[in-house]
């Protein structure tokens, strides 16, 4: 006990203020995590941040902004490690991320917010290759995002399986272009945005239904009730607005990812 509490000694006090009293400090609302995931996050061609992310961040940053009184500004903290993404949440180095898949590891140590989107790990591979069972998996070298869900359930359900390990879905997906893996395990979203952005034929997800399917939320510092009120207010009018078909609601989210996104 004496052990554990050494451990989490530090990250208590590194996240002793809030992130509602951080903001009103700073005027600033930090927004870590991939800048390579669209349509969730990614830089436009002037280096813009721009997402689905991105949208539900700027929501909460205006939820945010009304609650403290003050205009804050949305800063972006490029993090493309899950593990170093967790843990600067953890320490109150940043003050969420959008776009995140939930996971009972994960929720150990973070809080999430109201689900934004449902999702799940699919292989995605040449057609034909895979039937989308784990037993075709065994012996075969396939691509993950590093310390990623994928990785785990990978390791998980085909221990025989040949696992390489990408810092990114898009170096994952290259490698699997170039012949290096035989198929590459990610969010279904991610993955389809990643084989049409490119142009790229033949391909296939699969199976039909996902190995793991699971919500996906953003991420705040654990134990942070204030701001976590705060942004799932901010979501749940975003979402409400949608559901309503309120247009500037709909057309805000449709770019991302609806019918024709």
């Given at each position: 006990?004496?052990?554990?509490?050494?451990?989490?000694?530090?990250?208590?006090?590194?996240?002793?203020?809030?992130?509602?009293?951080?903001?009103?400090?700073?005027?600033?609302?930090?927004?870590?995590?991939?800048?390579?995931?669209?349509?969730?996050?990614?830089?436009?061609?002037?280096?813009?941040?721009?997402?689905?992310?991105?949208?539900?961040?700027?929501?909460?940053?205006?939820?945010?902004?009304?609650?403290?009184?003050?205009?804050?500004k949305l800063r972006f903290q490029p993090i493309s490690d899950p593990a170093a993404?967790?843990?600067?949440?953890?320490?109150?180095?940043?003050?969420?991320?959008?776009?995140?898949?939930?996971?009972?590891?994960?929720?150990?140590?973070?809080?999430?917010?109201?689900?934004?989107?449902?999702?799940?790990?699919?292989?995605?591979?040449?057609?034909?290759?895979?039937?989308?069972?784990?037993?075709?998996?065994?012996?075969?070298?396939?691509?993950?995002?590093?310390?990623?869900?994928?990785?785990?359930?990978?390791?998980?359900?085909?221990?025989?399986?040949?696992?390489?390990?990408?810092?990114?879905?898009?170096?994952?997906?290259?490698?699997?272009?170039?012949?290096?893996?035989?198929?590459?395990?990610?969010?279904?979203?991610?993955?389809?945005?990643?084989a049409r952005a490119a142009g790229a034929q033949g391909l296939a997800l699969t199976p039909e239904l996902p190995y793991e399917r699971y919500a996906?939320?953003?991420?705040?510092?654990?134990?942070?009730?204030?701001?976590?009120?705060?942004?799932?207010?901010?979501?749940?009018?975003?979402?409400?607005?949608?559901?309503?078909?309120?247009?500037?609601?709909?057309?805000?989210?449709?770019?991302?990812?609806?019918?024709?996104?």
């Open positions: 006990m004496l052990a554990l509490l050494a451990v989490l000694a530090p990250t208590a006090q590194a996240r002793a203020e809030s992130v509602v009293e951080r903001a009103a400090r700073t005027g600033e609302l930090v927004l870590a995590g991939s800048p390579d995931m669209p349509p969730l996050l990614s830089l436009d061609a002037q280096g813009q941040l721009q997402g689905y992310g991105v949208l539900v961040a700027g929501t909460i940053q205006a939820q945010l902004s009304a609650a403290v009184g003050r205009p804050l993404l967790g843990q600067s949440l953890a320490e109150g180095k940043v003050d969420l991320a959008c776009g995140v898949p939930f996971s009972w590891e994960r929720d150990m140590m973070l809080d999430y917010t109201l689900p934004i989107a449902l999702s799940g790990l699919r292989l995605l591979s040449p057609a034909g290759r895979f039937d989308g069972s784990p037993a075709a998996l065994a012996g075969r070298r396939i691509g993950v995002v590093a310390n990623s869900l994928a990785e785990t359930e990978l390791r998980g359900m085909q221990p025989a399986a040949v696992v390489v390990g990408f810092p990114s879905l898009a170096a994952a997906f290259k490698a699997l272009q170039a012949g290096q893996v035989q198929g590459v395990i990610g969010d279904t979203l991610l993955l389809a945005n990643q996906v939320a953003c991420a705040v510092p654990e134990n942070d009730s204030a701001f976590r009120n705060l942004a799932n207010l901010a979501i749940a009018q975003l979402l409400q607005g949608y559901v309503d078909g309120q247009p500037e609601a709909v057309a805000a989210v449709d770019r991302w990812v609806g019918p024709s996104s």
